[in-house]
C-alpha cells in the first residue's frame, strides 16, 4: 500500500520509511555509514549521558559471527544486506538515569534509521536474535550492557527473490489514527481491544 500522511506538514521522511526485507548487494558506502551514525550522535538523552551502543559489520571478518546472531526467523532475508548490526543500550553508564537508557537508544536509532531513509537506504530491525550467543560473540557485559535488537540495513532489493511467503508481507504497513494514541489533557481513552 502507498502511505499518506493525515496532516500535510509532516515530512514525507516519516512515511516514506519502512522495513522491507528485500535487500541488493550494492554496498553502503562509508560516508553513507558515517552520516547515519553522526545522526545518530545528536539524539537526545536524559542528561546528555549518549547511552546507545551500535556494533556492525560489512563484508568483515566478523561478518559470520553476526549472521549467527539473528535468529532462525529472520535470517533467510537479513543476510542478504551487506550491513548487520547489533544496537544495545549501556544503563550501566547512567546511574539513575538507567531508567531511560533503552528509550534514549531507541531516539539514536530512529535518527539512524531516518537519516538511512533519506539517503535511499533501508534499515529493517530485528528483535529476533539469539541472545545468549549475541552477548558471547561481542563480550558485553549483561550488568552494563542491554543488547536490544539487531538490524539490517542496506539498499532496496528485488522482492521475487525472497521466499514466496515474504514476498506477500513486502509491503508497507499502515497505522492506527493520531486520535487513538494522543489525547490533549490528562485523560488518554483506554486502547480499544484489538
Ligand atoms: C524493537 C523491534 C523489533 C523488531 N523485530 C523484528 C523482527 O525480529 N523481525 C522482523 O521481520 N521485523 C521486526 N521489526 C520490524 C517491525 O515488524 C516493523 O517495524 C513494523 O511492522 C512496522 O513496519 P514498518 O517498519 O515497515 O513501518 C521490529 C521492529 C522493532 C521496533
Not at 545468549?132 to 538490524?151: P, Q, V, W
Request: charged share 20%.
Amino acid at each position: 500500500m502507498a502511505r499518506t500522511s493525515d496532516s500535510p506538514l509532516v515530512n514525507s521522511v516519516f512515511v516514506e520509511r519502512w522495513s522491507p526485507r528485500a535487500f541488493s548487494d550494492a554496498p553502503v558506502g562509508d560516508d553513507q555509514l558515517a552520516a547515519l551514525f553522526e545522526a545518530a550522535r545528536w539524539a537526545p538523552s536524559w542528561m546528555n549521558n549518549q547511552p546507545w551502543l551500535f556494533l556492525y559489520e560489512t563484508d568483515g571478518p566478523d561478518r559470520a559471527d553476526f549472521e549467527a546472531i539473528i535468529s532462525d526467523f529472520n535470517k533467510p532475508w537479513s543476510v542478504a544486506a551487506p550491513v548487520i548490526g547489533l544496537i544495545a543500550s549501556r544503563p550501566g553508564l547512567e546511574g539513575f538515569m538507567a531508567r531511560t537508557a533503552e528509550f534514549d537508544t531507541g531516539a539514536a536509532m530512529m535518527s539512524f534509521t531516518h537519516q538511512a531513509t533519506m539517503l535511499g537506504l533501508h534499515v529493517h530491525l530485528m528483535g529476533g536474535i539469539e541472545l545468549d550467543l549475541a552477548y558471547d560473540k561481542t563480550g558485553l557485559d549483561r550488568d552494563e550492557t542491554n543488547i536490544l535488537c539487531a538490524f539490517a540495513l542496506g539498499h532496496m532489493g528485488d522482492p521475487t527473490a525472497l521466499p514466496e511467503k515474504l514476498q506477500a508481507k513486502e509491503t508497507a504497513s499502515d497505522r492506527m489514527p493520531v486520535s487513538s494514541f494522543a489525547f490533549k489533557g490528562l485523560n488518554a481513552d483506554p486502547r480499544p481491544a484489538s
